[in-house]
């Protein structure tokens, strides 16, 4: 894979990486054919204009949306070819990562013990069973 290809994967990765901007994916794809209106996308993600446009700015330079003015409005739409490079991308990955016929390697978490510092508060018998059964996915 190419320098440049890698880095528009980077991008749309880095894009939809905010729950506020795939909220804005989710109800771009559902508002139709004609696209949809910037007030119908506030609407819905529930979020000040200038927060919106930040967002809907960001998802348009990283290809994934595009932007058609209709009148005094503009209206949005996903570009699925975008979107489908990307799946096609991340559903490769495990192929290559893990040789064909193996397993990927699964680590067991670790029990921690609890962290009990001075100066703190007695918590109760439950807080503490709770945090000694704490379990590590670093296995420290």
Sequence with gaps: MGE???AGFVGRLAALSQPTRL???EVIAHGGSEGTAAGRIAQAVRCPASTLSFHLKELTQAGLLEATPDGR???YDVKPEAF???A?????LPARAIPAGSEAPVRKPVARPANKRKGRKASSQADESQQENQLSIFGD
Excluded at 88 to 92: D, L
């Design 73 to 75: 409005f503009i209206r």
């Design 88 to 92: 096609t991308f991340i559903a490769s």
């Design 84 to 86: 489908a490079d990307l």
């Design 4 to 6: 440049t290809r890698a």
């Design 23 to 25: 909220k804005i994916i």
